[in-house]
């Protein structure tokens, strides 16, 4: 069993961008993990996360009720 949590993770909807942190149950960060911004018709934009678990995405402020979710590798 795998726990992801999304730490840290800060929306701007003036510049449309999400940046966060995916962490282990422990709080350390995951390299690789997959991050996808999912609306209402699927995938909007994914990254995978760089070697300390970052990730920092743009997005259009022009989408509405967004979900932000993260796949360890």
Known sequence: MCALAIAACAFDASAAQVRGMVVDPSGK?????????????GVITRQDTNDR????L????????????????
């Open 53 to 56: 678990g970052e990730f920092d």
């Open 29 to 41: 960060g995951i390299a690789g993990a997959q991050v996808a911004v999912v609306g209402a018709l």
């Open 58 to 73: 743009y997005i259009s402020p022009l989408y509405e009720n967004l979900q932000v979710r993260a796949a360890a590798p």
